[in-house]
């Protein structure tokens, strides 16, 4: 069991709003609470209030193995090896190293994240640690650990899913369910979403908190989605017969 009372389990929240005041910011604090009060432990890096620099460059490295060509994937795996990582980055792979879950906490910027917390996501889930070679989806850096997104956006749940005006909403999530948390050998759990939430009323927020709260209480119940095996791939990665 994910909260089994005599397991203490660590939880890391990458909190990507820039208004303290805000629902994100309240779903935020619940899981905090949440999980303190279930005697977990939690660390939570608000990429706002920390300042952080969300531009991949080659100022992320102390050490450059290329220094006339950047080729920022070999420079991380390299950086990483030899204990180059610039300081902010090292912090945060720390903390993931840490962590046995993982909390994407965000409002949704066009079918997506805000920019700060994608330049978290390319800074920091580096090559030579997460991915990298054939360590991708259930044999990569992460395995073992558990994600999720918990987001907020205008939309209306009617709004989503097949022939409806945005499309499922899974398929807009894909670049980060598949192509960035399975990818890195996470166990994703599906997302929570808070719908509507710039139009809707107090007590219909206090509400979405408390589904949330219980969601987070219960999170050992959800079934994590389906993402490749490397088992079912050949050493060229073509599907096994």
């Not at 089994?4 to 709003?17: R, T």
């Not at 209306?156 to 499309?167: A, P, S």
């Not at 219980?214 to 389906?226: A, F, G, M, R, S």
Request: charged share 25%.
């Amino acid at each position: 069991m994910l909260f089994d009372s005599e397991e203490v389990m660590k939880i890391l929240i990458i909190h990507a709003h820039p208004e303290p005041q805000s629902f994100c910011t309240a779903m935020k604090n619940t899981a905090v609470e949440t999980f303190q009060e279930l005697g977990h432990d939690v660390q939570v890096s608000d990429l706002y209030e920390m300042g952080w620099n969300p531009v991949a460059s080659a100022n992320d490295f102390q050490v450059r193995s290329q220094p006339d060509y950047l080729v920022y994937a070999l420079e991380q795996r390299e950086s990483y090896k030899n204990g180059k990582m610039a300081p902010d980055i090292q912090s945060e792979i720390d903390k993931l190293k840490w962590c046995d879950v993982l909390i994407f906490n965000f409002p949704m910027y066009w079918f997506s994240v805000p920019a700060i917390l994608k330049g978290w996501i390319d800074r920091v889930l580096i090559s030579g640690y997460c991915y990298g070679g054939k360590r991708f989806y259930d044999q990569g850096g992460l395995k073992g650990k558990r994600g999720m997104l918990s987001f907020t956006l205008g939309g209306r749940e009617h709004m989503f899913g097949e022939d409806k005006i945005h499309g499922e909403m899974e398929t807009m999530l894909q670049p980060l369910l598949r192509g960035t948390m399975a990818y890195v050998g996470l166990s994703v759990l599906p997302p929570f979403i808070g719908w509507h939430v710039p139009y809707i009323s107090d007590a219909e927020r206090h509400l979405m908190l408390e589904k949330y709260r219980n969601y987070l209480t219960h999170l050992d119940d959800l079934e994590p989605l389906k993402f490749p095996s490397l088992d079912d791939f050949d050493e060229q990665m073509i599907p096994k017969k």
